[in-house]
């Protein structure tokens, strides 16, 4: 089945750490993006990739980094400069910029 | 800058009836599409119905069905013969079509609808 699959489910960052969160889909799309959503809120761009090897800041970028080594794959870092990383985080993917995005089933990163 | 604006932050329905959600954009674009997505409790985000501005036709999806005003930047959400598993939050979101937007979504805040037995 084609699909965006996200893991982990659920994550846990301490203190100084950086984690990552794995998003990877089979539909063939060159275009992926990562939201982050806050509760009762819509979903903000924290990071988009149009190509392989190619990657644009979104709206909410500052604490985190990503990288698109392959048309499958979009890892983001939440790294410890972002100070409120509590948050869902959703990974979507599209056939190009004019195209509908389809989500993955998102990752609740939660601080400990 | 494009912003989405959902101003019924809840809403409620009886099972088989029919109800409508709000959404308003501003926009300086003339080309762009219009999407209402629906994120249930399990809180994936699931595709409900696009519009494309440059069609006058509005868009059905079975029960889902959209008013799309272009002169009024509005984009509302008609759902019919609502069931159970229409509760959820939905969101009304923009991209621009050409430019520099790269495909971004603008979402609104959501509106959560509960449909009653």
């Known amino acids: 089945d084609g699909g965006i699959t996200q893991s982990p489910k659920y994550l846990f960052r301490k203190e100084g750490q950086n984690v990552t969160l794995s998003c990877e889909q089979n539909?063939?799309?060159?275009?992926m993006y990562w939201y982050r959503q806050d509760p009762g809120q819509g979903l903000r761009l924290i990071y988009y990739?149009?190509?392989?090897?190619?990657?644009q800041k979104g709206d909410i970028a500052e604490g985190y980094s990503v990288s698109r080594e392959k048309k499958e794959s979009f890892p983001l870092t939440v790294t410890s400069a972002q100070k409120n990383p509590t948050a869902f985080y959703l990974c979507?993917?599209?056939?190009?910029?004019?195209?509908?995005?389809?989500f993955g089933p998102g990752t609740r990163l939660l601080v400990l | 800058a494009q912003t989405v604006t959902q101003s019924q932050p809840e809403m409620s329905v009886q099972e088989a009836e029919t109800v409508t959600l709000s959404c308003t954009y501003d926009?300086?674009?003339?080309?762009?599409?219009l999407f209402w997505y629906k994120q249930p409790p399990s809180r994936q985000m699931i595709l409900v119905i696009r519009?494309?501005?440059?069609?006058?036709q509005n868009a059905t999806e079975n029960r889902f069905s959209v008013n799309f005003q272009k002169a009024a930047k509005s984009f509302s959400l008609k759902i019919s013969d609502s069931q159970l598993g229409d509760t959820a939050m939905y969101f009304c979101?923009?991209?621009?079509?050409?430019?520099?937007?790269?495909?971004?979504?603008?979402f609104g805040q959501g509106t959560i609808l509960t449909v009653h037995p």
């Open positions: 979507a993917s599209s056939i190009g910029p004019k195209g509908t995005q389809y």
């Open positions: 539909l063939n799309h060159d275009a």
């Open positions: 979101a923009f991209t621009d079509a050409g430019g520099t937007s790269y495909g971004k979504l603008t």
């Open positions: 519009q494309e501005a440059y069609k006058q």
């Open positions: 990739s149009q190509i392989v090897n190619d990657f």
């Open positions: 926009t300086s674009e003339s080309n762009y599409y």
